[in-house]
Nanobody, 120 residues
Framework: VQLQASGGGSVQAGASLRLSCTAS????????MAWYRHAPGKERELVAG???????NYEDSVRGRFSISRDNAKNTVYLQMNNLEPEDSAVYYC???????????????WGQGTQVTVSS
């Protein structure tokens, strides 16, 4: 099982970035996919998540600026980040949960992380 993330980079405040993460080698259906971030001196936090059916949830500070989506056929999750702020700087990690129907979140997988740096 592998989660391959891409799309990070260094941008100016107000710019946009799009992160992508593809899960491969999955034995079971990928149910929930999400993006987390970890900034120096802070705890890791959930940025946004999306169920297989398309229900989403967002961290308060990114709601209205970030948008999460997924392509179930490709086991890929995207995070469109608009109007980036310096406070968004962090390493972003994708997360995928999978499992059999009786335990759909049994397995928890993480990508390698991609750096996002926003300068003012």
């Amino acid at each position: 099982v592998q989660l391959q993330a891409s799309g990070g980079g260094s941008v100016q405040a107000g710019a946009s970035l799009r992160l992508s993460c593809t899960a491969s080698g999955m034995r079971f259906t990928v149910t929930y996919m999400a993006w987390y971030r970890h900034a120096p001196g802070k705890e890791r936090e959930l940025v946004a998540g999306i169920t297989r059916g398309g229900d989403t949830n967002y961290e308060d500070s990114v709601r209205g600026r970030f948008s999460i989506s997924r392509d179930n056929a490709k086991n890929t999750v995207y995070l469109q980040m608009n109007n980036l702020e310096p406070e968004d700087s962090a390493v972003y990690y994708c997360n995928a949960r999978a499992g059999p129907p009786y335990n759909p979140s049994r397995y928890d997988y993480w990508g390698q992380g991609t750096q996002v740096t926003v300068s003012s």
